[in-house]
């Protein structure tokens, strides 16, 4: 039975909204005005909230939203940054204390980080815990650290040589990123855990690399095994090689697995 699958360009998981070019504008509109609602409901029930007590309903009923799985849909272009702060700002306005005021003032006043702050800070917290080996090695990057340090005898400083920077989608905004003072270098495709990812996230790269290996080695079985038995054939075949780690990159392109088709037939022949 063959059920087509609907096409769709955005879709829920776990409470995040992932659309095609990888922008979460929808996610970050959807949150932001979840957060103005809620702000709402906190203007209207309490009409006299001192700094303590608004912090408290701050974070616990707006902010969480703000926050939740940041470190996947934190924004980088500036318009999104900006909307998302507004939401900041507007809850700063709800303490007399702080109408007066400009925003850095009242952040200032509330003992409050921006919100874009607190997203790195979120994002080093993450860091940290890779490193220090607090979630489990094999569902986390390899962050590779460098072995000669100047810092005191720290271990855990980032092996520069290995940092790069690929945008996903289009979410490339000309920023220019540095580590302990040295630029790192921009690429589009990168090779990792054994499979090629790109930036627009097709693995076709990955699709002809796989099958020039399967290819070449069925030339060398070809070349080295005259008597070919079926159950030989059937041990020594590559599709377990061709398709190490389908499940990541598993194509979606006519032309892609057309290229993995033909890798096969020419282990059947």
């Not at 590779?144 to 980032?158: A, E, I, K, P």
Request: with cysteine; glycine share 4%.
């Amino acid at each position: 039975m063959i059920i087509e699958l609907e096409r769709c360009n955005k879709v829920m998981d776990l409470g995040v909204i992932a659309d095609s070019k990888l922008s979460f504008t929808d996610h970050i509109t959807v949150k932001v005005d979840k957060a103005y609602s809620i702000l709402g409901i906190l203007k209207r029930n309490f009409q006299h909230v001192d700094t303590d007590a608004f912090v408290l309903l701050y974070k616990a009923l707006v902010r969480s939203h703000l926050e939740y799985a940041n470190t996947v849909w934190s924004p980088c272009k500036h318009y999104l940054i900006e909307e998302v702060e507004k939401v900041q700002k507007r809850a700063t306005e709800l303490v007399h204390e702080c109408k007066h005021l400009s925003y850095a003032e009242g952040l200032k006043y509330l003992k409050l980080p921006t919100l874009k702050y607190h997203w790195h800070r979120a994002d080093m917290i993450e860091t940290y815990k890779i490193t220090h080996g607090l979630y489990d090695t094999a569902v986390v990057p390899n962050l590779m650290t460098s072995q000669v340090s100047h810092t005191r005898g720290n271990v855990y400083r980032q092996y520069v040589d290995k940092c790069k920077v690929m945008h996903v989608g289009n979410r490339d905004d000309g920023s220019t990123y540095y580590m302990e003072g040295s630029e790192l270098t921009k690429v589009s495709c990168e090779k990792d855990l054994g499979v090629w990812i790109s930036g627009d996230m097709k693995f076709s790269k990955q699709c002809i690399y796989a099958c020039n290996k399967a290819t070449r080695v069925l030339g060398m079985i070809k070349r080295t095994i005259r008597y070919k038995d079926t159950r030989v054939m059937m041990s020594l075949y590559l599709l377990g090689l061709m398709l190490k780690t389908v499940s990541a990159w598993n194509p979606h392109y006519i032309k892609d697995k057309k290229l993995i088709e033909e890798v096969k037939r020419f282990t059947d022949d």
